[in-house]
């Protein structure tokens, strides 16, 4: 009786041959380029491939010849950077850019201000149903912003609102907050609403990681609960309230629905009271997307400006502070 050869695990084309230090070496160093390869299609198809897109555009226009009839009539040509200087020099997109600092000026210190409070109140031991509160603050973020400004809207009109029956039963003065200045203060109303609750989850999340020894430390001095707020609560997640800064001046020159959803109700709110606005009007509304284009090319070069050069101030700050 024969018995069969043993076979060798460790020669070429055995089934538990392990592979060669070269090969191991290859697919270790290929690796992240194999898991990042779908975020890096997708940033590609929906990111930089429509951004390429508007800068190509914003080079460009329409050259009408004669009447503009008939096949040839129009052709797209190369305008350099003339798309750019029409849209600096427009009054509108001025006078929209304008607007929107005012209304930033409204919303980003009293939502972070806010936001900032209740995440110390949230924060204290003293605080009652804080789970509930948490989510009651919070969920208005959940509410589409569409939607809020439809909600809002309609309690700012003097007909339906319950707000302008009770202030006419009292005989109290009955603002229009859709006209005139007190439009900014009902746009304003509407983002500080919506947005209040992430910024302030932001924050208390950072001071739920502030190590208790901190504060037990802090107490043993003789501090009060304002002092550990004001000189080591705040303190410490500073960097919560740069990050949170910082998306909230991209929200603020972003910002389009609000204004749009409130236009149909007043004649205040016109096509291009942001400049957001009126890019959408120059794309859909006039048909000129190349103008367009570069409007949308000139609030994203902004918005990319400012934030950098905060997020600059703020990390230079922060090396000189912790060089003292």
Do not use: C
């Amino acid at each position: 009786m024969t018995t069969a050869p043993r076979r060798s695990y460790g020669v070429k084309g055995a089934p538990y041959a392990h592979p060669s230090p070269t090969t191991t070496l290859r697919r270790a160093r290929s690796a992240p380029y194999v898991f990042l390869l779908p975020a890096t299609i997708l940033f590609a198809l929906f990111f930089a491939l429509p951004i390429g897109y508007a800068v190509w555009l914003s080079l460009h226009k329409v050259q009408v010849k004669g009447l503009g009839l008939g096949s040839g009539a129009r052709s797209e040509v190369w305008a350099g950077f003339e798309n750019y200087a029409d849209a600096l020099t427009d009054s509108e997109l001025l006078d929209g850019a304008l607007r929107v600092l005012g209304y930033g000026a409204i919303v980003v210190p009293v939502m972070l201000g806010l936001a900032l409070v209740f995440a110390l109140m949230l924060d204290s031991d003293k605080v009652r149903l804080a789970p509930f509160t948490r989510l009651a603050i919070f969920l208005p973020y959940a509410i589409p912003g569409v939607v809020a400004a439809l909600l809002w809207g309609f309690l700012y009109l003097p007909d339906v609102s319950p707000f302008y029956f009770v202030l006419e039963k009292l005989g109290l003065p009955q603002p229009d907050l859709l006209d005139g200045g007190g439009l900014y203060a009902a746009l304003s109303n509407i983002a500080v609403w919506g947005g209040t609750g992430f910024n302030m989850i932001v924050i208390y999340t950072s001071l739920q990681a502030i190590p208790a020894e901190v504060y037990e430390a802090a107490k043993l001095d003789g501090a009060s609960p304002l002092q550990i707020a004001l000189r080591i609560k705040i303190p410490m997640v500073a960097p919560s309230l740069v990050l949170t800064f910082f998306f909230s001046i991209i929200a603020t020159l972003q910002v389009f629905s609000e204004p749009t959803t409130l236009k149909p109700l007043t004649n205040s709110v016109s096509t291009t009271w942001s400049p957001l606005m009126k890019v959408y009007r120059d794309a859909f509304g006039e048909g000129d997307i190349h103008s367009a284009a570069a409007g949308a090319v000139i609030i994203a070069v902004a918005t990319l400006a400012l934030s950098f050069g905060f997020l600059r101030a703020a990390n230079s700050r922060q090396k000189q502070e912790a060089a003292r």
